[in-house]
């Protein structure tokens, strides 16, 4: 029974994942508007001794900022992708997505449903909430520690087309993106932001699996729908939308602190997620840390109800084995 939670919740996670592929991309592509643009405050204003004397000047003594980058939303998001990098580019990193899902996906549900088995109450058949909440943070955890690698080449691959030409790093697949990032800057980069994978991946894996879970449970009991499509989806799509917005902000974090560019010998823009979080906040306002919230949403819910609506499609289709 353990082995085959893991194959029913790794089908259902790949196909969920590639399916929504490309609002991921759109959410990544938000997450970093606005990052390494200089603080509109942060303008040197002229020493007294040359403030009636413009021949005086020197001629780097003022720094004017570039005006920032326009905001945009996720559909102009999409069609500036789709526009200047072509159809394809919102598939950038697909090979490192179903790699993900393989590892880290695969792992928690499988974690979930071997713990679920053993905390349901034999009598109701059902868990109660704190347990499916500990069975979600374990699962979670665990599972990103083992996903990290191929979630750190996820975003790289997604957030290449943003850059200039000359800094793209232009990975092939997810295995030139590991094979590369551990010769270039060593096997523990793979694990760069592993903290906030690990804390992101406890704080969806259990509002999500354990809402699913509890709003589906809540929805039979009452009698309001049977159980069927209907069910699932309202649950799924629920489930998502609790899991948006408990997991939006350390996703933006993780996202910055996995795509930050370190060159030999210069200091790493972040120093950690704590230092991300701060120089994010401070030159950007609080509200940056729900930055791509809406595609974070409008990925999280169709994401949800594919997984779980595939979920139970593959866990009738393999009840017999």
């Not at 413009?54 to 996720?74: E, F, T």
């Not at 800057?185 to 704080?203: D, P, Q």
């Not at 049977?226 to 996202?255: C, E, M, Q, R, W």
């Not at 819910?301 to 017999?320: H, Y």
């Amino acid at each position: 029974m353990g082995v085959k939670g893991f194959v029913e919740g790794g089908i259902a996670s790949i196909v969920a994942g590639c399916s929504t592929h490309p609002l991921d991309l759109i959410k990544v592509r938000m997450q970093l508007q606005g990052e390494n643009l200089p603080n509109p405050q942060q303008v040197h204003s002229l020493r007294p001794a040359y403030a009636f004397n413009s021949a005086a000047i020197p001629h780097n003594s003022v720094h004017i900022p570039p005006p920032p980058l326009p905001r945009v939303g996720p559909i102009s998001a999409g069609v500036r992708i789709f526009q200047s990098e072509g159809v394809a580019a919102l598939f950038s990193g697909v090979s490192a997505t179903v790699l993900r899902q393989t590892l880290y996906s695969t792992t928690r549900m499988g974690l979930y449903d071997i713990l679920k088995q053993k905390w349901t109450n034999p009598e109701t058949g059902n868990m109660p909430l704190l347990s499916k909440i500990t069975a979600g943070l374990i699962a979670g955890g665990i599972g990103a520690a083992v996903g990290n690698p191929a979630d750190v080449a996820m975003v790289r691959m997604q957030a290449d087309g943003r850059l200039p030409s000359s800094q793209r790093r232009n990975y092939n697949s997810v295995i030139d993106a590991i094979t590369r990032m551990s010769k270039q800057e060593g096997v523990a980069s793979l694990w760069r932001g592993s903290s906030l994978t690990v804390n992101r991946a406890m704080i969806v894996t259990a509002s999500q699996l354990a809402s699913y879970d509890q709003i589906k449970e809540m929805i039979l009991e009452n009698g309001m729908m049977k159980d069927g499509l209907g069910t699932h989806v309202t649950a799924s799509f629920a489930a998502g939308f609790v899991a948006a917005v408990a997991s939006n902000p350390i996703d933006v974090i993780k996202t910055r602190v996995m795509n930050m560019k370190v060159e030999p010998g210069k200091v790493a823009p972040y120093s950690g997620a704590i230092d991300c979080a701060m120089k994010t906040v401070k030159a950007e306002g609080i509200m940056a840390l729900y930055k791509g919230f809406i595609p974070t949403i409008s990925r999280q819910g169709p994401f949800t109800v594919v997984l779980f609506v595939t979920l139970e499609q593959v866990r009738e289709l393999l009840k017999d084995f």
